[in-house]
């Protein structure tokens, strides 16, 4: 299994980020998938989850109604839209997949600053 994230940078606040994840070594349209991140000095939380064929997401409070998590499963890549971002949204951001066990991106860095 890999996953393999691309897409952060930097932004100013309420500016735009789409992130994706390239995923490989397993058979993507089966497995539900999800995005986490972990800010300095912080624990790792999670962000969004969509099920194996996308008809269902979930979000975490902090980032419901500005974040959007989608897949293509043709591509074998889930995608999040992350809109009206925010300083506190600065964090490296990771994909996950749970495969008899999880599996984690290398993680792609989202700052959010003027």
């Known amino acids: 299994v890999q996953l393999v994230e691309s897409g952060g940078g930097l932004v100013q606040p309420g500016g735009s980020l789409r992130l994706s994840c390239a995923a490989s070594g397993f058979t993507f349209s089966s497995y539900a998938m999800r995005w986490y991140r972990q800010a300095p000095g912080k624990e790792r939380e999670f962000v969004a989850f969509?099920?194996?064929?996308?008809?269902?997401?979930n979000y975490a409070d902090s980032v419901k109604g500005r974040f959007t998590i989608s897949r293509d499963n043709a591509k074998n890549t889930v995608y999040l839209q992350m809109n009206s971002l925010k300083p506190e949204d600065t964090a490296v951001y990771y994909c996950?997949?749970?495969?008899?066990?999880?599996?984690w991106g290398q993680g792609t860095q989202v700052t959010v600053s003027s």
């Open positions: 969509i099920t194996s064929a996308g008809g269902s997401t």
């Open positions: 996950n997949t749970r495969v008899l066990r999880d599996y």
